[in-house]
């Protein structure tokens, strides 16, 4: 038996497997089968409680035995890739805050155990990528994932094409009428202002680039997808800063720094090193004064190229010399689209801090094969890219 970290993976020795997630509370697991562009065929491709069965795929509930998802790969269809398997908490609104779910894949004729999986670290996530049973050369494998949602099981689904339909609004009730008052009752009390809905958490939600140029703030997220497909072409991340009023120039160092599924720091692209990845990402070279129209320094990256195993982008930008960022105006990140020119989303940093670094945006690859890009803004004290990984890591 195999324990497992994310984002690791074990070779299947059975034909047919089950994979149940087991937790202290009731859990609702699911499998979606994937084609190669990560999305589900149809609606028929959601396996759960309500649609237990679809091609090679099964679902089981039963007894007091955790749910589980049954996947007989000699009859997945060839033009499936993977089956996510998922979980959330039955109970609306429930988070996994102090929840160890474990997923146990299990040879389903003999019940052996081939591998287990925890995924470290749950909190606010009310739904969650547990694992992946994939396709590889031929070969059936099991890959640890632990990715979590916090808009619950609908959406994953809807991450991954399903058809999630809202609930229908109920009619409204007519106004009770009103009793004739009598000449001596005593005036009815004014009754209270209805209650207001509470404004959405900045940074709550996300959107994609369907309606055109996305200006983001502070912890808002845009998904780069248009059209409903993924943006996998090249993008250009510009990078510009000026002097603060009447100072003198100001050398800052735009970088981004590569991460892998354990948010363990793979590579770092920046003046010192302007390709990285096979070329995946290429820095425009060292800015030193700040000075001029534009973006300072341009980052390009090849989304489609990025290797697999990287699936976090972290664009910083620090100050090697010690100049701080009461020293800086105009800070912005801006991503572009390099065939057409275009500005997709822009970030301006409205804030300074008397620091040497700052995290300026992110972008997370999604199990569904799109990336996010999340502005930060999160000042740091680093003097040089190496400072930045840790901090980098922190806020993917």
């Not at 396996?47 to 955790?66: D, E, L, M, T």
């Not at 996530?125 to 059936?140: D, F, P, S």
């Not at 109920?170 to 509470?198: E, G, R």
């Amino acid at each position: 038996m195999t324990a497992m970290t994310p984002g690791s993976n074990v070779p299947l020795p059975a034909a047919r497997v089950s994979v149940d997630v087991a937790a202290p509370v009731r859990l609702d697991v699911s499998g979606l089968l994937l084609t190669a562009d990560g999305k589900v065929r149809s609606d028929a491709d959601f396996i759960f409680y309500n649609q237990p069965s679809g091609p090679g795929v099964a679902y089981r509930s039963g007894g007091g035995a955790p749910d589980a998802i049954t996947v007989d790969t000699a009859a997945v269809p060839p033009d499936i890739e993977k089956i996510v398997v998922t979980a959330s908490p039955d109970a609306a609104g429930q988070t996994f805050q102090g929840i160890e779910p474990t997923a146990t894949i299990r040879d389903a004729d003999g019940g052996a155990v081939l591998a287990t999986f925890t995924p470290p670290s749950l909190g606010s996530e009310t739904a969650l990528v547990v694992v992946e049973i994939y396709r590889r050369n031929g070969q059936w494998k099991a890959r640890a994932v632990g990715q979590g949602y916090a808009n619950g099981l609908a959406g994953i689904a809807t991450d991954f094409g399903v058809t999630v339909e809202e609930p229908a609004q109920p009619a409204a009730a007519p106004a009770p009428q009103q009793p004739v008052s009598q000449p001596s009752a005593a005036p009815p009390m004014p009754s209270a202002p209805p209650a207001q809905p509470a404004p959405p958490a900045p940074g709550a939600g996300k959107v994609n680039l369907d309606k055109g140029r996305v200006s983001l703030r502070k912890n808002e997220t845009v998904s780069l997808v248009k059209g409903g497909a993924p943006l996998l072409s090249r993008v250009q991340m510009g990078l510009g800063w000026e002097p603060a009023y009447r100072g003198k120039d100001i050398d800052l160092d735009a970088s981004v720094i590569a991460y892998g599924p354990q948010r363990n720091a793979v590579d770092a692209c920046y003046f010192g090193k302007l390709s990285i990845l096979n070329g995946a990402i290429k820095h425009s070279g060292d800015n030193l004064t700040g000075e001029g129209g534009g973006d300072d320094e341009v980052i390009t990256v090849d989304l489609g190229r990025v290797p697999q195993e990287v699936t976090g982008l972290v664009f910083t930008v620090n100050s090697f010399s010690g100049q701080k960022f009461t020293e800086v105006a105009k800070a912005y990140c801006r991503l572009i689209d390099p065939v057409t020119g275009e500005e997709l989303v822009r970030f301006d940093l409205t804030s300074a801090e008397p620091q040497t670094g700052v995290l300026m945006a992110k972008f997370v690859r999604q199990y569904s094969g799109e990336w996010d890009m999340t502005a930060l803004g999160d000042f740091v004290k680093a003097r040089t890219v190496k400072n930045m990984m840790g901090p980098g890591a922190k806020a993917l």
